[in-house]
């Protein structure tokens, strides 16, 4: 039971990493698009 619950929060922490991560480089790729339409 213990070691299910340590599981289940590391899976917990690293999809959350990976979700944040996830939006940044969403948000990065989202600016360099705008960066690119304004310069035309």
Known sequence: MTALAVV???LLVVLALL???WGLGFY???KAFCGIF???
């Open 28 to 30: 990065a790729v989202w």
């Open 8 to 10: 289940a929060v590391v």
């Open 19 to 21: 979700s944040s991560l």
């Open 38 to 40: 304004q310069d035309r």
